[in-house]
């Protein structure tokens, strides 16, 4: 469970949390922590949420499995432009001299949605 | 504006008020509340300010934070710094910023609701398909199943219609709320900046006004070294709250609730503030 803070006293409630529950927190950077995604976890969270609203973010993450949510050329496309000879090659170039996607067009498509599970 | 305490009858004027003797049962904290409260009419006087947040009250045991105290005092007596005009601006640019609360909860649930439903309709569906089937491979009849399935899948193809706007309807908020975040995290940046440059003021202030300090704690019955910063004062707190008062300027009074003082005239005097003795 990730939780983003949006303001100081909710950056600041992180630091707090983080010392007096440190078991339900499992990492802290700065203005960002990551829940155990426990009961607890979502307890705390939807407190800070309701006490400070839309200063508080709060994102449940997945691994993320490129086989699954990456279509193969693109897959490709990021490994075979790190095995590349000459590093001096700008990746538009490499591109398309190798049928493999060009930036904007990967731009221009979404993974998934965000109101996708 | 006169200073006027009111309690139970007995009424106390003036920039020096002795509350010791007055068995009015009141305690420095009703005093504070009282000064903060323009509607309590039991202590008439100026609003608080900042000086009040570290000297208001200065009784036995109490604990001050030295640096602040003493920026605060430079402060009251319109003290400026290099700083100034920056931090005014970013309080200015920062109260600007327009926040606007998106309120997702309702889509949310309406979002789980629905996609709860049409998983159930799947999994219905495919329940009286197979019924279908099975009666179908039987030679039974399958017309009521037939049927049920149409209703079903009719209500199905509704329950997903519904689940596309929800999503929809999902997604426009979400977009919505990130530019609210966006502003969110603006307005944490200048607020980082603004303390930032508080910070700054406050050492400044400190740098150039302990030696009032210093100065003013002469003048204070009490032991007290108060060395060539805050860090380095050695005393209690007591004495240097009283110094803090002697410096500053302030026209709510004092709550004063020691037992180093025959009366609140020489209290009065002493700190060149208005005070209210109580018992300490």
Redesign the interface.
Known sequence: MLVIAHSRPVRQALRNIEDIHPDAVRRRYGRVALFEPTEFGAFLALRLRAEHDGDVQVCRTVPFNEFRDVPESVRRAASEYTDREDPHTPYRTFASNRDLPDPESMQDRDLWTSSST | MDIVLNVAGTVRRGRAIDARSLDLGLDPQDIVESLRDTEDDRLRSPDPGPVHDHVGVIQEGMSISLHAAVAAAARSVDAETPYDAEIERLTEERAAIE?E??SMAEARSE?ADV?EDVQRLREEVARIGGAVETRRSMDADPTTAEARLEEVAAELAEAETRRIAA?QR??RL?QR?AV??DR??R??EL??RL?NRRRAARSYLVEHHYPSFRQAIEAIPGRARPGDRPSAFDGDAVTAALAIARMAEVEAPLVIAVDRFSGAEQVADLLESPVMLLDG
């Open positions: 926040i609360s998106v979002l996609t999503e999902y997604e979400q709320a609210q975040r969110r995290d307005r944490m607020g980082d303390e």
